[in-house]
């Protein structure tokens, strides 16, 4: 009879039953911060060190094939 009761009462999601859209807001926070790190080392790559430093590399491996 107790077990009846508790299951009516708490069903299948229990209390937290109404948190449906967490993982969407999870998942958008998520993509906000990827793009805002994909933005920040965009940046760092296209500067003027590092975008030489990487095309003397390259070419040094080209050169060594």
Known sequence: MVRCRLGARFGRG???AT???MTTAEYAVGT???CGFAALLYKVVTSG???S???GLIRRA???V
Do not use: E, K, N, T
Request: proline residues 0%; glycine residues 16%; neutral net charge.
């Open 49 to 51: 060190a590092v975008s």
């Open 62 to 64: 080209l050169g060594a």
């Open 14 to 16: 229990g209390r937290f």
């Open 53 to 55: 430093a990487l095309q």
């Open 19 to 21: 948190d449906q859209g």
């Open 32 to 34: 906000v911060a990827a």
